[in-house]
């Protein structure tokens, strides 16, 4: 299933991506080194009788395994055998002068004598010359049967070579291209995926969409958020998203690089360390104490503690701040709201207004110090982080709310979307819904406004279905413009696009992405 979805905008993504394998290598090298002198170190050396017959205990060296070590392990005894066998041979080519009865033996010896020293063990690790009829035949030096004089210049010989530009080049993306990030899970595996979307043209009207690249994570994904602000350098120009997910923790994962194994920075989260700790004191008090008839063991699992500042629960919502790029917002199932410094990577304030769990967080976009907040306890609230004290103002709704959306033609208007099917518009001047209408027949799950038409906006839902509602012109109700299965299952999100403002990302429980183009939908309006 695809539990959340975020269009990254044009434009930030590099054309060509980075590979963190590229940046790892003397790392990779420093670490088989180490690996190969530890392994030196400790290895059993064993009767030498043993290690020459391939005998010896394979639990003594830890990387008996490897095909390097066994090769090394082939030449070694080779090389004792070899020398047995030339002892051998000595002594039986002494013995031959002793009486007749040894001349067969003298033969024998003669031959193993003159096979070893064909073979010349002893400089098998040294250059043979067989280098210079290598480069004859193949065109080194004398061309002999090579077309080419230059090896470089015959393109059989270098077709293998530029594998990795042509790898790089299908990884490039296009400057057209449209970019989705979606939140993944397929059989307790969690992914976040890159989708490209191509738009349509004459020969294909329907554009084209695929998955780019994926990287995995590490806990079921429950949200995303899309920001510029580089944890690791405060720097403003990248490309990063933020994901919220079952664990108390926010991954920051560079979406430029392709192959991460790991995220940039990890807001909060478990404290492993304090953990372990806690473990080995239960031990020792196991150990200290004897367990009663009637009581608890101690063989209980305990509860893994936060890191100061952190989430205790799930992160539910998240919203970046694209006017000051180094804070994040999130909302928890800790009935918490916390304002995060990317930059620093601690959280700077933490919001106990709602009490119960924080569906959904937005930055106002005209007042970025302005914050809406909506979540299981059927409340609204905006705050002013600016003056975090002072009482903030809120809405009631009449069930448990899912999405919110401010809208981009009218900054005072915001819609918000409950599990009982329902979207209610309010007025952030005003106490009282502006209007409510039933949207589903189940939870909408996601509502987002067109950016570039007034009064439109976009409803997905766990019946299936999205809808565009266009308000009418004498009045304020809106009205049903189109409906469709949008072939993803359950709908969990659905988003307008500001680069392209009349196409809709829609993901759900099917774990695919769809791409709805609405322009057909106000044709001839």
């Known amino acids: 299933m695809i539990s959340a979805l975020s269009w990254i905008p044009r434009g930030v993504s590099k054309l060509k991506l980075e590979h963190i394998a590229d940046d790892d290598e003397e790392a990779l090298k420093a670490m088989k080194l180490y690996a190969s002198r530890h392994a030196a170190d400790s290895g ?38 070899a020398a047995m066998l030339k002892e051998d041979a000595k002594v039986a080519a002494k013995s031959s002068k002793v009486g007749r009865g040894q001349g067969q033996g003298s033969k024998g010896a003669q031959q193993i004598s003159d096979s070893l020293a064909e073979l010349n063990m002893d400089a098998y690790d040294d250059d043979d010359g067989d280098d210079e009829d290598m480069n004859r035949i193949l065109g080194g030096g004398n061309p002999g049967m090579a077309y080419y004089a230059d090896p470089n210049d015959d393109p059989y010989l270098n077709k293998g070579k530029g594998g990795e530009s042509e790898s790089e080049d299908e990884l490039a993306y296009k400057e057209t291209d449209l970019l989705i990030a979606a939140a993944r899970n397929e059989e307790d595996i969690s992914h976040l995926e890159i989708w490209v979307y191509e738009e349509g043209d004459e020969t294909n009207p329907d554009g084209n969409i695929y998955v780019h690249h994926s990287l995995l994570l590490p806990a079921f994904p429950l949200c995303l958020a899309w920001g510029p602000c580089d944890p690791a350098s405060g720097s403003v120009g990248g490309n990063f998203m933020a994901v919220g997910s079952f664990e108390p923790g926010i991954e920051i994962w560079n979406l430029d690089v ?55 629960d799930a992160v539910l919502g998240l919203a970046w701040n694209q006017e000051y790029c180094n804070v994040l917002a999130s909302g928890s199932a800790d009935r918490t709201v916390k304002i995060w410094d990317v930059a620093t990577q601690q959280a700077t304030l933490t919001l106990t207004l709602h009490v119960d769990k924080v569906q959904a967080v937005k930055w106002r976009p005209v007042e970025a110090s302005l914050l809406l907040s909506g979540g299981f306890d059927r409340r609204l609230f905006l705050s002013d982080l600016r003056a975090p004290d002072a009482k903030a103002s809120s809405w009631k709704v009449g069930s448990d709310v899912e999405a919110l959306a401010w809208n981009p033609h009218d900054p005072n208007t915001f819609a918000v979307s409950t599990e009982d099917g329902k979207v209610s518009i309010f007025d952030t001047r ?50 049903e413009v189109a409906s469709g299965k949008m072939g993803v299952g359950s709908i969990f999100s659905a988003e307008y696009c500001r680069d392209a403002p009349m196409l809709v990302a829609v993901g759900g429980a099917e774990g695919t992405c769809s791409v709805w183009d609405t322009r057909w939908a106000f044709e001839g309006a």
């Open 430 to 479: 005003n106490k009282a819904v502006i209007e409510a209408f039933q949207a589903h027949k189940k939870a909408v799950t996601s509502v987002s406004f067109c950016p570039c038409l007034d009064g439109v906006i976009v409803t997905g839902s766990t019946d299936g279905k999205a809808k565009i509602w266009k308000r009418g012109d004498a009045g304020k109700t809106f009205a």
């Open 44 to 81: 059993d050396s064993g009767s030498e009788d043993a290690d020459m017959m391939g005998t010896s205990d394979p639990d003594s060296n830890p990387d008996s395994d490897s095909d390097s070590d066994s090769e090394m392990d082939d030449v070694a005894r080779a090389r004792k055998f």
């Open 258 to 312: 392709v192959d991460a194994v790991e995220p940039v920075v990890t807001l909060g989260g478990a404290d492993y360390e304090a953990a372990r700790q806690i473990q080995l004191d239960a031990l020792t008090k196991k150990k200290g104490k004897k367990k009663g008839k009637g009581g608890k063991g101690a063989d209980e699992v305990p509860e893994v503690p936060v890191l100061p500042g952190s989430h205790a």
